[in-house]
């Protein structure tokens, strides 16, 4: 349990490892479809969204994402990518994502924007995680 103020919120996290995987994406994927099945309406939301976080870490830092943290809480999703690289100034929204219509890469946070409540960037004491928090009951991606 989570200690919220003076209510409590019971919080169901799932944890997946994703160092020194073949397949990061395709794991990080299915488990957060597993994790969230049959449960919230905004499933195929945080897929996307994991797997937008995942191949970001994998592109843009020397060691790829080592895991991935998804919580269920009372009205929201959230989920986590952490990678052992501590250059959270790096990770932000290219310009021009909204704008190149036909661009093949250069919108994964732009995406997460846009089906997030909203998404920052935390430091930790080996690296960085990236959070987006989504909403639990609404869903952009069917």
Not at 47 to 52: G, K, N, P, Q, R
Not at 70 to 86: C, L, T
Request: aromatic content about 4%; some cysteine; charged content about 25%.
């Amino acid at each position: 349990m989570v200690n919220a103020g003076n209510t409590q919120e019971s919080v169901r996290a799932h944890w997946v490892g994703l160092s020194g995987l073949h397949e990061p994406l395709s794991v990080a994927r299915e488990r957060v479809r597993d994790f969230l099945a049959d449960e919230v309406s905004c499933v195929e939301d945080a897929v996307l969204v994991a797997s937008e976080l995942v191949g970001n870490a994998l592109r843009h830092t020397e060691g790829g994402p080592d895991c991935l943290v998804v919580e269920v809480r009372m009205d929201s999703v959230v989920v986590w990518v952490h990678d052992p690289q501590a250059d959270s100034g790096q990770v932000r929204v290219s310009d021009a994502a909204a704008c190149e219509v036909f661009a093949e890469s250069g919108r994964g946070l732009w995406l997460v924007q846009m089906l997030a409540r909203r998404w920052y960037v935390e430091s930790t004491a080996i690296g960085k995680a990236v959070v987006a928090v989504l909403p639990r009951a609404r869903a952009a991606v069917s």
